[in-house]
């Protein structure tokens, strides 16, 4: 079956830098798109990154700050995190999915997070 594995989470002080990394496997073909979600407690899922053979976009409060990419002879997918800030702590969560979406409905496969902890 089709998995996800995110790692890289950690904790870090404000403006410190942290890499994630997500591991598929059991994909029988290549997502058109693949992308990093986070959610912070009480808030709703939220599009971080996406990419795409042709494209990548970023949500507002993190462009230039972070840098999605994907190798695909890897099978893996990657956010490096720079000048982290307190309001990047969250659950991050790698997807993969035939839609080019900020919408968490519009992916098929997940992984199970690794949490992101940032100190002021």
């Known amino acids: 079956q089709v998995q996800l594995v995110e790692s890289g989470g950690g904790s870090v002080q404000a403006g410190g830098s942290l890499r994630l990394s997500c591991a598929a496997s059991g994909l029988t073909y290549r997502p058109y798109c693949m992308a990093w979600f986070r959610q912070a407690p009480g808030k709703e899922r939220e599009a971080v990154a996406l990419?795409?053979?042709?494209?990548?976009t970023y949500a507002d409060s993190v462009k230039g700050r972070f840098t999605i990419s994907r190798d695909n002879a890897k099978n893996s997918l990657y956010l490096q995190m720079n000048s982290l800030k307190p309001e990047d702590t969250a659950m991050y969560y790698c997807?993969?999915?035939?839609?080019?979406?900020?919408?968490?409905?519009?992916?098929?496969?997940w992984g199970q997070g690794t949490q992101v902890t940032v100190s002021s």
């Open positions: 997807a993969a999915g035939e839609s080019w979406s900020l919408s968490p409905s519009q992916y098929n496969y």
């Open positions: 990419i795409s053979k042709y494209d990548t």
